[in-house]
Nanobody, 120 residues
Framework: VQLQASGGGLVQPGGSLRLSCAAS????????MGWYRQAPGKQRELVAS???????NYADSVKGRFTISADNAKNTVYLQMNILKPEDTAVYYC???????????????WGQGTLVTVSS
């Protein structure tokens, strides 16, 4: 199983970016997908998550600015980031809780990370 993230880059404060993450490989079912971020010198933190039935959860710091969505048919999760702030600068990692076969245990997979830099 691979999680391929894309969409990071340099943006000015107040700007927008859209991150995408596609899960590929032998996948039977995905329970939830999400985005985490890690800024220099800080611990990795949850940004947003979405379950297979559409329930979402957001960090307080991004509520009202970021929107997570998913295309279950494509095993892809998106993060629309608006009104970006310098403190949003971090490496963003996508995450998926999935099982590879009907009988397998749920397991957590991580993408490689994509850098988001918010700076003027």
């Amino acid at each position: 199983v691979q999680l391929q993230a894309s969409g990071g880059g340099l943006v000015q404060p107040g700007g927008s970016l859209r991150l995408s993450c596609a899960a590929s490989g032998s996948i039977f079912s995905i329970k939830a997908m999400g985005w985490y971020r890690q800024a220099p010198g800080k611990q990795r933190e949850l940004v947003a998550s979405i379950t297979s039935d559409g329930n979402t959860n957001y960090a307080d710091s991004v509520k009202g600015r970021f929107t997570i969505s998913a295309d279950n048919a494509k095993n892809t999760v998106y993060l629309q980031m608006n009104i970006l702030k310098p403190e949003d600068t971090a490496v963003y990692y996508c995450n998926a809780h999935l099982k590879r076969t009907r009988w397998a245990a749920w397991y957590e997979y991580w993408g490689q990370g994509t850098l988001v830099t918010v700076s003027s």
